[in-house]
Nanobody, 114 residues
Framework: QVQLVESGGGLVQPGGSLRLSCVGS????????MAWYRQAPGKERELVAS???????LYADSVKGRFTISRDNAKDTMYLQMNSLKPEDTAVYYC????????WGQGTQVTVSS
């Protein structure tokens, strides 16, 4: 069974940086588009950034210029580099692999607070 595992979350001060990773248990990354989502307490899950098989990217307006999504198909890993973090970025971040049956990771908590 394919699994996705996120890591890299934690507590960071405003203005700080974190890099999230999403690792797949099988070689599925190279044939599917992928994305990062986040869900803050009391809010709906929202798309943060997505990346196609060909490497095209899309970002939510709220993170443009601060976050960078990337992928390493050889390592079955997707990344989210988050810079200039703000308190409103606090959320559980999930990776998603689009496919016949979309796959979700278990999430990693990101808390931005002084």
């Amino acid at each position: 069974q394919v699994q996705l595992v996120e890591s890299g979350g934690g507590l960071v001060q405003p203005g700080g940086s974190l890099r999230l990773s999403c690792v797949g248990s099988k070689s599925i990354f190279s044939i599917n588009n992928m994305a990062w989502y986040r869900q803050a307490p009391g809010k709906e899950r929202e798309l943060v950034a997505s990346i196609t098989v060909g490497g095209s990217t899309l970002y939510a307006d709220s993170v443009k210029g601060r976050f960078t999504i990337s992928r390493d198909n050889a390592k079955d890993t997707m990344y989210l580099q988050m810079n200039s973090l703000k308190p409103e970025d606090t959320a559980v971040y999930y990776c998603k692999v689009y496919g016949t049956v979309p796959l979700w990771g278990q999430g990693t908590q990101v808390t931005v607070s002084s």
